[in-house]
């Protein structure tokens, strides 16, 4: 749970810094929903393609959708709800600059990752359906 806690720190610090202050919070939720949709596509992906499974569901986009309310309502609920935001921003705040860098650094390198992760597991998708 620490973890959840302080990528929202770090989502929702980065909300504030690109202008989105006034609806950090859910800002913050929301991209952390986009993320965790964009884990869940990839891993259903990679299921597909690379072990090659006969039969299995394809990911629809009533299946994203589902999955992106669950975990919106999740994290609304673990991390903002009833003022726990504040809560969580305030342990996070006495973060020295090296600390705050390399948390910087981890989230950057985080949401790369999923990215390129997502756009690999689409593209061995492509593949084998070029091969059959």
Known sequence: ?????????????????????????????????????????????????????AGVMKVSVIFVIIQMASFLTFLYYTLVYNGKSDIILENFKEETKSEKAKGRFILIAYIVISIILLYVSFYLKMMQNRRF
């Open 1 to 53: 749970m620490k973890t959840f806690k302080y990528l929202y720190c770090r989502f929702y610090q980065l909300m504030c810094y690109v202008g989105n202050g006034d609806i950090a919070e859910l800002a913050a939720i929301m991209f952390m929903t986009f993320i965790f949709t964009i884990h869940i596509v990839t891993i259903w992906m990679f299921i597909i393609s690379v072990l090659h499974i």
